[in-house]
């Protein structure tokens, strides 16, 4: 999309099918305010608190900062400096500016120092139901961090260089990050679903130099080969880097003989081998607080996904208080955080929240639903897990696979439930609430993103707060959210429109890797003043602000963001395809499925093995997560007179198909050939 035009009226499409009940108020349940302690006394003190953050913003978080974490050097200039404002010159946000500490400390060495070296920082839970299960302190997290920062140190990584990391869920991706953060390297954590082609793309962007994978992991009763991916990632890279090129890979070993690997000479070593001979002491690199910590790609409404950096005393301070806030995070309590590493959840929630709050967590590996759909809760009785953090998509496959998996099940520990990644629908919410918690733990619904860094909007456990099922409810602290319609003019309650955010947080991610001007443009520039969500929100009578999904061209697949130009970039790039217009479309357990729109160049005709084959081809491009649901053959598409696609049509058939009536198309009179619509009607399900 390129004019702010295009981007509101996009928007308004997407708002336009929003529904708008308030919904019953459940009170934070009596037996959970009576089972656990408590950080805040009741939701009036989560108000005062509020209240103060955003009156007081210096004050409020350099206290904070003070005391959730150790500091080498106090920062002596101001505790904030911002401009959201593209019209006053470059965007940007400072928090703590000149202050010195190193993430990695704060997360494994302060502990050991303080005598808590053999507390548990994570239960590893393998893909296989017995006999996989690992153990790590965080004095053996700290060993590992140590060791492997060494050796990246002794291969030539530098402060400020950047380390692609691309493993399954398990405890060496989490040592991985630390080791990185130790010596001042950013990370680059690839998903492990990712493809070869899709780890390609974020190594050239980043021009990372060392990958770390590991053989290959067992999904359910599939092996992964994750390092022929890495190799073939390295493949592209050889292309079409200009020189650029990945001369070392540390691989870790996870399956072993179940999978043989060629190492190749030079480039490839054994995590293990490697580790062992390492120089067991590694110094920490103290960073500037602003000093990046990190860059994670994500997908947005336009182009490839971006490259957010997040820097280092205001993320690690924002993952830590939201972690022990938003879930009432008591000490000795065994935290589970279902999201893998490789997505913001992970990094907030599985990594740098809970370590930073000397947690002990639950860190799993394997499919939620294998061997069946107990296994959550298996885990969750098995470590005597009190605060479980999961995903709307997972809830609704559970609930659908019925009760009795649940049931039969022991889960005395829960204290708190959450949920994250997409809106949950209140009928989840309340299966979630009533089966999964046993009516006795709240649900912390948390809105927040990848450029968030940390929640943004959640409700509070605590005393007295009433929640509502399908609301995120309340902004968290130092969150100064407003609703803009599409003049970006600020509505007062009740209201519905554009969810933006008016000040800057300590986890607002700075910048788009190498790239500024698009950060400025997509967040920036469609509301001057304010950074602007993407995502679209209601606040009732009681102030309680509920997200209505996605206002741009973005699909959210099972709680994972999907760019629809991504997709159809992958489909036309396929011989046989012309165009391909790609849009979101409802689905029972994933929320939004893949919906594309394929129209053939001419000469060849739609067929089912076409089909496939174009499936497969965003499949290998993107990854097993983007493939289409449905390929619609379009002769053509609904274009107006100036070419541009009407995708409010193209969804609207996507979620009605022939049912779809003349009203829900709304005007169709502005499009070049307005006999497509009947065509793609007519075309429906074949
Ligand atoms: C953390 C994460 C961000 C997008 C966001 C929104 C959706 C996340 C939500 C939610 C409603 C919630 N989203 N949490 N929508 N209620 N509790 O998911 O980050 O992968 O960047 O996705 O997810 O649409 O804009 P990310």
Redesign the pocket.
């Known amino acids: 999309m390129s004019s702010t035009e295009d981007m509101i009226s996009a928007m308004h499409d997407g708002l336009a099918e929003v529904k708008t009940e308030t919904g019953p108020k459940i009170p934070v349940p009596e037996t959970y305010l009576k089972a656990t302690k408590h950080h805040l006394k009741d939701v009036q003190e989560y108000l005062d608190w509020y209240k103060k953050s955003l009156e007081s913003p210096n004050d409020f978080w350099s206290e904070k900062a003070k005391e959730m974490l150790s500091w080498h050097q106090l920062w002596t200039g101001k505790t904030l400096e911002y401009n959201f404002d593209v019209r006053k010159g470059k965007v940007y946000s400072e928090w703590f500016k000149g202050g010195k500490l190193n993430a990695c400390y704060n997360a494994l060495d302060r502990h050991v120092e303080n005598g808590h070296g053999s507390q548990v920082a994570y239960y590893c839970e393998g893909n296989d139901l017995v006999d996989d299960h690992r153990t790590v302190t965080y004095a053996q997290m700290l060993d590992q961090v140590k060791r492997l920062a060494s050796a990246l140190k002794k291969r030539g990584v530098r402060k400020g260089d950047v380390v692609a990391i691309y493993l399954p869920n398990i405890p060496e991706l989490p040592i991985s990050m630390l080791a990185c953060a130790r010596i001042g390297a950013i990370h680059n954590v690839v998903f492990g679903g990712f493809s070869a082609e899709a780890l390609a793309g974020r190594i050239l962007d980043a021009q990372c130099r060392v990958l770390i994978t590991c053989d290959g992991v067992m999904r359910g009763n599939k092996v992964i080969e994750l390092k022929a991916l890495a190799d073939a990632a390295e493949e592209l890279v050889y292309e079409r880097g200009d020189g650029h090129l990945v001369d070392r890979q540390i691989v870790f070993k996870r399956l072993g003989d179940k999978c043989p690997v060629g190492m190749k000479p030079k480039r490839d070593e054994w995590w293990h081998e490697t580790l062992a001979k390492a120089e067991p002491e590694c110094p920490v690199e103290w960073m500037d607080a602003e000093d990046p910590l990190f860059v994670l790609y994500?997908s947005g409404s336009t182009g490839k996904p971006k490259g957010l950096v997040h820097t280092t005393a205001g993320y690690i301070l924002y993952a830590a208080i939201t972690h022990k806030y938003a879930f009432n995070y008591q000490e000795n309590d065994v935290f589970f955080c279902t999201a893998d590493c490789g997505?913001?959840?992970g990094h907030?929630y599985v990594v740098y929240g809970p370590l930073l709050n000397r947690a002990t967590s639950v860190i799993f590996e394997g499919v939620p639903t294998h061997p069946d759909s107990s296994r959550l809760w298996q885990i969750c009785d098995k470590y005597k897990v009190n605060q479980m953090y999961t995903?709307?998509t997972l809830i609704r496959s559970l609930m659908r696979a019925g009760d009795k998996y649940v049931t039969k099940i022991p889960r005395n520990s829960l204290r708190v439930l959450g949920?994250?990644?997409?809106?949950?629908n209140p009928e989840a919410w309340n299966w979630f609430f009533n089966v999964g918690g046993d009516k006795c733990c709240p649900v912390v619904?948390?809105?927040?993103?990848?450029?968030?860094g940390g929640h943004m909007?959640i409700p509070p456990p605590v005393r007295g707060f009433q929640m509502k099922p399908g609301a995120?409810s309340l902004p968290f602290f130092g969150i100064e959210p407003v609703v803009l319609n599409e003049k970006g003019e600020e509505l007062s309650k009740p209201c519905e429109g554009f969810l933006c955010i008016k000040r800057s947080w300590p986890g607002i991610h700075r910048t788009v890797l190498n790239d500024h001007a698009r950060m400025e443009q997509v967040y920036f520039s469609t509301f001057k003043g304010y950074y602007m969500?993407?995502?679209g929100c209601r606040v009732d009578e009681d102030g309680y602000y509920w997200?209505?999904?996605?206002v741009d061209d973005?699909i959210?697949v099972s709680?994972?963001?999907i760019g629809t130009a991504e997709v159809e970039s992958s489909l036309v790039s396929h011989p046989y395809v012309a165009e391909a217009a790609v849009v979101p479309m409802p689905h029972d357990i994933k929320g939004q499925g893949i919906y594309a729109y394929v129209t053939l160049r001419d000469g060849f005709e739609p067929s089912e093995e076409l089909r496939k084959e174009l499936r497969q081809t965003v499949r290998v491009e993107i990854g097993a997560i983007a493939t289409p649901d449905v390929i619609h053959w379009a002769p053509a598409l609904p274009k107006t007179r100036s070419g541009k696609i009407m995708r409010r049509i193209l969804r609207k058939i996507a979620e009605k198909g022939t049912h779809v009536s003349s009203e829900e198309l709304g005007d169709i009179t502005t499009l070049a050939e307005p006999q497509v619509v009947a065509q793609l009607i007519e075309l429906y399900g074949k």
């Open positions: 994500t997505w913001i959840t907030s995903a709307p949920t994250v990644g997409e809106p949950i619904d948390t809105w927040w993103q990848t450029e968030t909007i995120a969500s993407g995502d997200l209505t999904g996605r973005v959210n709680g994972h963001r």
